[in-house]
């Protein structure tokens, strides 16, 4: 009994170590938003929960509009709105009465018919509030998604302009602007979008400030003579990599506090993206899409309070004890199991166990973080959990397997022939842990390859329960036996996807790099397999 009451300390140690490590706060010189000072201009949706503009029906009750403005009349002197649906028409008289101005948008698209109504509106509204109204934004990105020619924005833009007596403008990513230099001419000012994140070659977070200021001053070249507006900038707090390009908190307090200061010092005007995070946007964008605000969708506060060091784990002291209750229950589980088997298992064996549980403990909280910010819809929260529940329970059954001299149970122990499966409830359980990790281990693998651009890398909750497997094989495995058509059929997919994702995410994504050595880990245990007769 020496070794396990040698590991156990070392492994909570170790597990305490790692979180006290990676929720290290930092402090920023300047606060995203510095008490007693305000924002130029903030993006706004008044969406919430489960509202969403993707439903036509739904329509924003003016109270709920008003307390967002009231709110972000403390931290702003301008909002931004893309269009008057959905109850935004309403916007103007409430952020009139806080004393917020609005860029006012029109949401144009390839239906004309509804492009003259948000015309129609938005003209209105200028009218009525010219006080409060300050621009209007005569369509967002529509070059971008392809639903309109540059001739006919440049006309709709002229249209406008006619009827309007405020600045009237376009808004699209930098590329389009000097793609379609023509629009140029029918605006009053240019309003650019630079995301460093959704570059084609993403920007890291430590240069996105930099990047910023270098793409406005090479529009500001192209196009001499005109204000330029940065219509949206800023970075996301969660969702995947892209390349070397991190979403954290720490990330986007560290990138809005840069490019902030930025602005200050070299006196241009910046609308940040954006004021609430938005959870709709997941289903367009993955989790990224969702967290862009500088205010949390729940709680209605903002993420960075000026003058609060910035954790990316701000509860960081409950995932450790959680880690380390779970590998407490890892070791436990393999002491009570000798018990009722006394043996001498191998100190390789023993070390597997170490290693699972602290690995487990570890990534408890990680995994867990990622499944309440990555889940949305019923079908990602089923699939995530079922993963996460995989990720704390194989350690556990691998324990016992490790101390009973009992290998991985393959799909044939399972699934095969009645009277070749196994009996043993412990068998099943750890098999069917495996065969949920194997089975969503393939689908996102082949996510990865077929369509990634949105996806999040389940690295915690599959390191969680793929180690634990991977370490069982090692020290368990059978010498003897068939190698089982389906672990190999597994093994080759896995493999197949890891070598694409490898090549497409870059070697600078450390999620990617990460996930795809886990699915290796995965493919090597599946390959090793063999049909062996497992005690019933």
């Known amino acids: 009994m020496r070794t396990p009451l040698l590991l156990i300390p070392i492994s909570l140690a170790m597990i305490f170590g790692v979180w006290w ?6 402090t920023l010189e300047r606060a995203p938003i510095e008490a007693g000072s305000k924002l130029e201009c903030v993006s706004y949706a008044p969406f919430r929960g489960t509202q969403t503009p993707l439903d036509p029906t739904t329509h924003i009750d003016a109270e709920q509009i008003a307390q967002d403005m009231a709110q972000l009349a403390k931290i702003s002197n301008c909002v931004r709105t893309y269009s008057i649906d959905n109850g935004l028409d309403q916007l103007p008289p409430l952020a009139a009465k806080v004393g917020l101005k609005v860029l006012q948008g029109i949401w144009l698209s390839n239906d004309r018919s509804k492009n003259l109504a948000q015309i129609a509106t938005a003209v ?24 309109m020619t540059t001739a006919d924005l ?5 249209l ?3 009827q309007a007596k405020v600045p009237v403008t376009y808004a699209d990513v930098w590329e389009y602007w000097l793609r379609n230099r023509e629009i140029y001419d029918a605006v009053d000012f240019v309003t650019i979008h630079i995301l460093p994140y959704w570059e084609d070659i993403p920007v890291r977070a430590r240069y996105a400030a930099n990047h ?12 001499p003579g005109k204000e330029i507006l940065i219509g949206e900038t800023g970075w996301p707090s969660a969702g995947r990599m892209r390349e070397g390009a991190l979403p954290s908190r720490t990330n986007q307090a560290r990138v809005v506090s840069e490019i902030l200061t930025l602005a200050k010092r070299e006196h241009f005007r910046v609308n940040l993206i954006e004021a609430y995070d938005q959870p709709w946007k997941r289903n367009l964008e993955g989790t990224v899409g969702g967290y862009w605000g500088l205010i949390d969708a729940d709680s209605r506060a903002l993420k960075y309070p000026a003058g609060e060091p910035i954790s990316n784990f701000p509860h960081w002291k409950i995932a450790a004890a959680a880690g380390m209750a779970l590998s407490i229950v890892v070791f436990l589980t393999a002491i009570l199991t000798l018990r009722r088997r006394p043996w001498s298992p191998r100190l390789v064996a023993w070390l597997a166990v170490g290693t ?5 403990g570890i990534l408890l909280g990680v995994a867990v973080d990622k499944l309440l910010v990555e889940s949305y819809g019923v079908g990602r929260w089923a699939q995530w959990s079922l993963l996460l529940a995989s990720g704390i329970l194989t350690p556990i059954l691998a324990a016992h397997a490790l101390m009973s001299g009992r290998p991985i149970p393959t799909f044939l122990d399972l699934f095969g022939p009645r009277e070749d499966r196994s009996r043993s409830l412990a068998t099943w359980a750890l098999g069917l842990a495996a065969v949920v990790t194997v089975l969503i281990s393939a689908e996102t693998a082949l996510g990865f390859t077929f369509d990634p651009r949105y996806r999040d890398f389940p690295f915690a909750a599959l390191t969680m329960a793929v180690v634990p497997l991977f370490l069982l094989m090692l020290v368990n495995r059978p010498q003897q036996g068939a190698r089982p058509i389906a672990e190999a059929s597994f093994a080759g997919l896995l493999v197949a996807c890891t070598l694409y994702t490898v090549f497409n995410e870059g070697p600078k994504n450390w999620q990617s790099l990460w996930t795809c050595a886990v699915y290796a880990m995965l493919a090597l245990t599946l390959w090793r397999a063999r049909v062996a007769q497992i005690p019933k």
């Open 154 to 158: 440049a006309a709709t833009i002229r």
């Open 21 to 26: 490590w990676i929720a290290t706060p930092i």
């Open 160 to 162: 406008v302009k006619a």
């Open 356 to 360: 699972s549980a602290t690995v487990a």
């Open 212 to 223: 910023v200021d270098a793409i406005r001053k090479q529009v500001a070249v192209a196009f």
């Open 124 to 147: 209105g509204l200028t009218k009525a509030y010219p006080d409060t109204i300050t621009g209007l934004v005569v369509g967002n990105e529509v070059l971008l998604r392809g639903e």
